[in-house]
């Protein structure tokens, strides 16, 4: 077991080498001079030029100008913002929680109808259910995700008029960000009426979470039915059903339970599937999260943003991964051995 | 021809054939198979099938919309957009760019990631351990992600966008040729032909290429897919394709300020790219699928 | 905290399950106004910038004038300047200011002392003296420059605390126009002191401190900017208890949160779809007249386009009557001069710009312009009054261009790079236009196309001409309008002559708003107000 861990943490650790020589190369390869793209402050003097130089030890070979960017990193300094002007750390753990709370509604709502649907026609495999919802989620699989969001904001928006198209909140509700999250921060603010506050933050999530969740869902279903089904042949399941229990019983005890383990590992795929659907969706629906944050970034040429978004996502991504891979092998522990031998 | 097979005796095809004619019984797979190269074609031949050019501007005839509508023109079968394009010569010039060019850069992605993924799947040892790090690293970056880096990097743009996409495919065909030739160098059949004295090259060659072939389609029909849809979605960011190209993501960006008065403008772009992705997909199953009950 | 959670849960599976439930007397919607703008401002001191998107986040709402202009009539209103002074030889202005003007009491600043002349010579100081220790801190001041205001104001003087004169260099009538334009906003001596202190004099733009009917409570980029009330407004406290600016860049969304009731007020609204708003009960459209003029400007230091010819043969390539229709959707008049037919200095008697893409070939071919020329169109990613949509417009220039055998590409910046990048100075060409803040013609003639705007960095051509100075130099001290009128005229055939710019359109410009939002000051010269503002 603690080599199965320490093989993980050295694949982390030598992932995120490569991942920070990445961002810290782009500091050289981003247009322009490279203190200016590091500290992110554009109008500088002359003397305080080269004395951010000498602060951040650009003056000195490569080597040692990694490190010391390291060092920045692992403080949290991550510089300014050329357009905002303010501290990138801050304007980070402004979006992030945007960019998280949306990510876990989605996931839930896909995990709530993914993995039922993928049961469902796992069990009734080549039948018409299982047809009915294969093509469906194929056919939701292959709709690009930011035609969805158009069509829904077409259709609810703009015809029905029944929800908001933009941001988590209706602007005028003046709720302070203690923890970024809305539902949490309408929760610890002092502001009357919160009934209607909680209604309106509400009817902001539903487009943004539909749209979200919709690739996701699709991954899911086929996971989950491609699972059941080879639970479902497996040796075991014949001997439950040979002691006599009731099929819903087989189903509860045996198939869920075993069928969700093996798709653990591939969590990771959907992840990554949510994060690119979230930075789409958020560009559609003004969701402050890290998306939108980025693709402004990008159009303003805001490098020491770029940089820094780049670096704490794709951290972030592997980080995640390799968390999954260990929590599957300490519930699963067959996988430990495989990846011995 | 003449039957020259003077034993009567019965004919078992073989692994391609079987595996096509699985293929030809699943009828979505088969008819999005007809759409596909239907696309292809369009692509190929779109100056030759388009009514207009992608770029002629009629002023007299602007935000047409589709001719089965009251409104609309039969000389603009999909209606025109608002500086009087019309609408189906830039769908069909369209496909040659985000069709086209996707199935072009998954094809040299492959060519690319196959042949680093035979590098690393025959070597062993430290070499390989770095090698397969590096591209473990890269994909557990999101592909959207990663080209939007890159594109930043480069600065927006259709070539950078496509020399995007391929960074991105490239690591994946890596992965995957690697997974397979790796899982096809233990079989046994392998270490005979190794006993025979064949070297690596030649074991390479005529022994796990083959059986490896239909893998790499289907990571092929994969990497369409991921390119059609990297390609569209920087399009649309407005990080792609320049501003009034008839690729479809950009289309559909550029007429968002119209989607009250021109829904069309939004729509047919959204079915067409739909339907692109649906076939590829749907393609790819039915692959996947025959290839799966033909090994069953 | 637990208990905050618990409620947390509570509330939010009440939401979910009352979604279609109307909660009573929520009054916060009725204290309030959203008004969708179109991007981010660059700081919020308009005397630091010409931009519109900045002036509108910040003159009316944050400051007060001296003196104030009556929109339509012309007349000047007293502000915080209670009387003022002209001397007989008009070359000393005293000013008799308010009492008891209280400047913000926000979270970064408490003021101990109301508005006075301190105040006013601090605003001034600022941006006229090269020494004073706030100069610096903005990069330019490009309205005071272009009309070299430093060098038309010789000296101001505190008389007693709340009286001022202002001394000028020659006899000057012009100077109350500018002193009612929203650049003239008053600022705080005492918010700068205070600043200069902590050595944080940066703030100063960006944490504003004002006398105006509204404080800057928070201001996320690309997201919103928030305001709430001076509930110490010398003129009465607003009605509204909070203004906040969504910043929402595309025209089309701002058109569906107005649908969909997210905005109250938007900037802007898509030409392409006004057709649609008037049909829509509950939407109302204000407008004004075409006091702008879109153009694009050609990069005059940059060979070739430093020839006439180059310059004339190029304009002469574009087809504008298909801009006015496909951009500005028949908003807008054809623009034969810049300074627009709106104003006594246009120049009616300029012959229509000529449509020829023959001749302009063949004028390009004399120019040795090679076949296959390629020059970039760059082009803000923004929508002003004078182009809705820069891009598409972009679009049409290129494919007029296609046909005269000229490639280009289209560059496109977000507002505040695109200005970095055009600092630089390194491009062919860009769309731009002017907006006029001042009622006078050389408003249009100016702060764009001077030798000082040149050096200010807002004459996009980067166009200097002695000769064309001298003429609205000679306007602007012509005793009497009919002589300026001639000097005028005469510049405005030297800009044809010379095309530094090829003018494009006047537009009118619209604000579409919710019927219920009434009294937001939309009017010719002047930034967005929101003081009168009223929501029933």
């Given at each position: 077991m603690y080599i199965y861990l320490l093989r993980r943490l050295n694949l982390l650790v030598t992932t995120l080498f490569v991942i920070s020589v990445f961002s810290f190369s782009l500091g050289h390869l981003f247009p322009g001079d490279p203190v200016v793209n590091f500290?992110?402050?554009?109008?500088?003097t002359f003397e305080e030029y080269d004395v951010l130089e000498k602060k951040l030890a650009l003056d000195k070979p490569y080597m040692v100008q990694y490190f010391a960017y390291l060092e920045r990193m692992i403080e949290g300094d991550f510089g300014f913002s050329f357009s905002s002007e303010r501290h990138i750390s801050d304007e980070f753990l402004r979006v992030f929680p945007a960019t998280i709370e949306l990510s876990v509604y989605a996931i839930l709502v896909a995990l709530c109808i993914g993995l039922p649907l993928g049961l469902l026609a796992g069990l009734k495999k080549n039948k018409v259910v299982d047809k009915v919802i294969f093509s469906l989620s194929t056919i939701a699989n292959s709709v690009p995700i930011f035609w969805i969001g158009l069509l829904l904001i077409l259709l609810f928006s703009l015809n029905l008029g029944w929800l908001p198209i933009s941001g988590r909140l209706n602007l005028l509700y003046e709720i302070p960000a203690h923890t970024g999250f809305v539902f949490i921060d309408i929760a610890l603010s002092d502001i009357d009426n919160k009934p209607a506050v909680y209604q309106n933050a509400f009817l902001h999530l539903i487009l943004p979470t539909i749209t979200l969740a919709t690739l996701p869902t699709t991954l899911l279903i086929g996971m989950m039915r491609s699972s059941v089904i080879s639970v479902m042949n497996s040796q075991f399941i014949k001997a439950a059903r040979t002691k006599g229990l009731s099929y819903y019983q087989l189903i509860r005890r045996h198939v869920v339970k075993n069928a969700i383990l093996p798709i653990l590992p591939q969590f990771g795929l959907l992840f990554n599937t949510l994060m690119t659907s979230a930075m789409i969706t958020e560009f559609i629906f003004s969701w402050p999260g890290v998306g939108y944050w980025l693709i402004e970034a990008i159009y303003q040429r805001d490098y020491p943003v770029i940089q820094t978004a780049l670096l704490i996502v794709s951290a972030f991504m592997v980080f995640l991964n390799v968390l999954l891979d260990i929590i599957h092998s300490l519930l699963n522990p067959i996988v430990r051995k495989d990846i011995h031998g | 021809m003449a039957n020259n097979n003077i034993y009567d005796q019965n004919e078992y095809p073989g692994p391609y054939q079987l595996t096509w004619s699985k293929f030809k019984s699943d009828h979505p797979a088969w008819v999005c198979f007809y759409l596909v190269m239907g696309f292809i074609f369009v692509a190929l031949f779109a100056p030759l099938i388009a009514p207009y050019s992608a770029m002629a501007q009629h002023p007299e005839a602007t935000l047409l919309p589709p001719s089965w509508q009251t409104a609309g023109d039969v000389s603009f079968l999909l209606g025109t957009d608002d500086l009087g394009r019309d609408l189906l010569s830039r769908l069909i010039y369209g496909a040659q760019i985000t069709f086209g060019l996707s199935l072009l850069v998954a094809l040299v992605a492959m060519i690319i990631g196959v042949a680093l993924g035979a590098l690393a799947g025959a070597s062993k040892g430290l070499k390989s351990s770095v090698f397969n790090h590096f591209f473990d690293t890269i994909l557990s970056i999101p592909s959207l992600l990663l080209a939007i880096i890159i594109v930043a990097v480069l600065g927006p743009g259709l070539s950078n966008t496509i020399w995007a996409v391929l960074l991105v495919l490239v690591p994946q065909f890596v992965h995957s040729t690697r997974i397979a030739i790796q899982a096809e160098l233990k079989k046994e059949y392998v270490t005979a032909a190794r006993l025979d004295g064949a070297n690596e090259w030649q074991i390479l060659k005529n022994s796990v290429f083959p059986n490896i072939v239909e893998t790499l389609i289907l990571q092929y029909t994969l990497a369409v897919s991921t390119a059609i849809i990297d390609i569209a979605a920087l399009g649309f960011l407005g990080l792609g394709a320049q501003q009034g190209s008839p690729e479809w993501g950009a289309m559909l960006s550029e007429s968002i300020d119209l989607i009250y008065r021109a829904s069309w403008l939004i729509t047919l772009p959204g079915v067409t790219m739909f339907l692109s992705l649906l076939s590829v997909n749907t393609v790819g199953h039915g692959l996947r699928h025959a290839l799966k009950s033909r090994s069953e | 905290m637990n208990n905050q959670i618990c409620q947390c849960v509570f509330y939010g599976l009440l939401a979910m399950l009352c979604c279609g439930c109307e909660f009573p007397a929520d009054t916060t919607f009725k204290d309030g106004i959203i008004y969708c703008s179109e991007g981010n401002p660059d700081s919020f001191n308009p005397q630091t910038t010409t931009n519109h998107v900045t002036l509108d986040a910040s003159a009316h709402q944050i400051y007060d004038r001296l003196i104030e202009r009556e929109?339509?009539?012309g007349n000047y209103l007293p502000g915080l300047a209670l009387s003022w002074q002209l001397s007989d030889d008009k070359q000393t202005l005293d000013l008799t200011l308010r009492r008891d003007v209280a400047f913000h009491t926000t979270k970064y600043f408490m003021p101990s002392r109301p508005f006075n002349a301190d105040d006013v010579l601090f605003t001034f100081n600022r941006w006229r003296l090269k020494t004073h220790a706030f100069y610096p801190v903005a990069e330019s001041y490009p309205h005071m420059q272009s009309y070299q205001l430093r060098k038309v104001i010789t000296d101001i003087k505190?008389?007693?605390?709340?009286k001022v004169r202002f001394t000028f260099a020659h006899s000057n009538h012009d100077f109350l126009s500018h002193l009612a334009s929203d650049y003239m906003s008053i600022l705080s001596a005492e918010y700068a002191k205070a600043l200069e202190k902590l050595d944080a004099k940066t703030q100063i733009d960006k944490l504003p401190i004002g006398t105006g009917p509204y404080l800057l409570v928070d201001y996320i980029k690309d997201e919103y900017i928030r305001f709430k009330a001076h509930s110490d407004y010398w003129q009465g406290s607003s009605t509204l208890k909070n203004l906040v600016f969504d910043i929402t860049p595309q025209s089309s969304r701002r058109l569906a949160k107005l649908v969909t009731g997210e905005c109250d007020v938007v900037a802007h609204p898509a030409a392409s779809e006004m057709a649609l708003l008037q049909e829509k009960a509950n939407i109302a459209l204000q407008s004004k007249a075409a006091e702008n003029t879109a153009f694009w400007a050609f990069n005059t230091n940059k060979p070739p386009f430093d020839q006439i010819q180059v310059r004339r043969a190029l304009a002469m390539a574009i087809d504008r009557q298909s801009i006015y229709r496909s951009i500005f959707y028949g908003t807008a008049f054809p623009a034969e001069s810049v300074v627009a037919s709106s104003s006594w200095g246009h120049h009616s008697g300029l012959p229509k710009l000529e449509y020829n893409p023959e001749k302009a070939a063949k004028l390009l071919a004399q120019a040795n312009i090679p076949q296959n020329f390629s020059l970039e169109i760059w082009s803000p990613h923004i929508e002003r009054a004078y182009a809705p949509n820069s891009l598409k417009m972009a679009e049409l220039i290129r494919s007029d261009l296609a046909r005269v055998g000229i490639k280009s590409t289209i560059v496109s910046y977000e507002w505040s790079t695109l200005r970095r990048k055009l600092a630089e100075q390194d491009y062919d060409t860009v769309l731009m236009g002017w907006t006029a803040d001042l009622p006078s013609p050389d408003n249009y003639l100016q702060p764009v196309f001077s030798c000082a705007a040149k050096e200010a960095g807002i004459n996009y051509a980067n166009w200097c001409q002695p000769e064309f100075d001298d003429l609205i130099n000679s306007a602007m001290q012509a005793p009497q309008n009919e002589i300026a009128q001639g000097f005028y005229h005469q510049a405005q055939s030297l800009l044809r002559q010379e095309m530094p710019v090829m003018p494009i359109a006047h537009s009118m410009s619209f604000l579409a708003k919710r019927?219920?939002?009434?009294?937001v000051k939309f009017v010719p010269f002047s930034a967005i107000s929101f003081k009168n503002a009223e929501k029933y």
């Open positions: 500290s992110g402050q554009q109008s500088l | - | 929109p339509y009539t505190k008389l007693s605390e709340y019927r219920h939002v009434i009294n």
